[in-house]
């Protein structure tokens, strides 16, 4: 090897380690992925059927609830806990029909757990303020 090549690897080695060690300070500052403040597992079990389950992410809002932003609003203004949520008015059948309703998971890093038996699913909507479990 010519030494005007070995000068070049040498260089092309020295400028390459350069632009790396300008890059980590950067890619060390980056900030990291955010978690959601909240992240709910929502599950609505009749006594007799199919349970249904449903995800719901905040902060971003997303998830497979549908109505996603309206239930994060809610659990917003109650710092995550869904028996807070003021009840939906409105009335209800007296039909018997009884339905768990549950909501796991953590809001800003703590556990949050809700679990109520209704008479019926109108009843649980109503009482969790009409979004959660209303799919």
Not at 22 to 40: D, F, K, R
Not at 98 to 121: C, I, K, L, M, Q
Request: proline letters at 9%; one cysteine or more; a positive charge.
């Amino acid at each position: 090897m010519t030494m005007s090549r070995a000068r070049f690897r040498w260089a092309a080695a020295l400028a390459g380690m350069a632009v790396l060690t300008q890059a980590a300070p950067a890619q060390a500052q980056a900030p990291a992925p955010s978690e959601p403040v909240g992240a709910y597992l929502l599950m609505v079990t009749p006594l007799e059927g199919t349970v249904t389950a449903k995800t719901l992410w905040c902060g971003p809002d997303g998830g497979t609830l549908s109505a996603a932003a309206r239930a994060c609003a809610q659990l917003r203004a109650v710092d995550g806990h869904v028996a807070r949520i003021p009840p939906r008015e409105g009335p209800c059948t007296l039909e018997y029909a009884p339905v768990r309703v549950s909501a796991d998971g953590r809001w800003r890093g703590e556990p949050r757990h809700f679990v109520r038996t209704y008479p019926n699913r109108c009843a649980a909507m109503r009482d969790t303020g009409g979004i959660l479990f209303g799919e």
